[in-house]
């Protein structure tokens, strides 16, 4: 079984900076992308950025394009989020998630880690 950890969440005042981070533990078969997502309260679970399995490639929502930077550590079998300029619509649940190569849909989640921006 894959297992998902965040953590680095907190309460940040607006222009802040968070880094988050995802460990992933058990045997994950292949390679895999990484991808951060995001839900606020009474919202669906949008999209954040992601990072192919080498780090060649990444993604981001244009909401944090320039803010946020996506990286893993393929040793350490971990993604970081780093969250910069942040603002009070930032404020969310932050999930991160495994998707094999080979598939179009992320099959491993984390429980969650809070981030809320204070204006």
């Known amino acids: 079984q894959v297992q998902l950890v965040e953590s680095g969440g907190g309460l940040v005042q607006a222009g802040g900076s968070l880094r988050l981070s995802c460990a992933v533990s058990?045997?994950?078969?292949?390679?895999?992308?990484m991808g951060w997502f995001r839900q606020a309260p009474g919202k669906e679970r949008d999209f954040v950025a992601a990072?192919?399995?080498?780090?060649?490639?990444?993604y981001y929502a244009d909401s944090v394009k320039g803010r946020f930077t996506i990286s893993r550590d393929n040793v350490k079998n971990t993604a970081y989020l780093q969250m910069n300029s942040l603002k009070p619509e930032d404020t969310a649940v932050y999930y991160c998630?495994?998707?094999?190569?080979?598939?179009?849909?992320?099959?491993?989640w984390g429980q969650g880690t809070q981030v809320t921006v204070s204006s």
């Open positions: 998630g495994v998707r094999y190569s080979t598939m179009t849909e992320y099959k491993y």
């Open positions: 058990g045997r994950t078969f292949s390679s895999y992308t």
């Open positions: 990072i192919t399995w080498s780090g060649a490639s990444s």
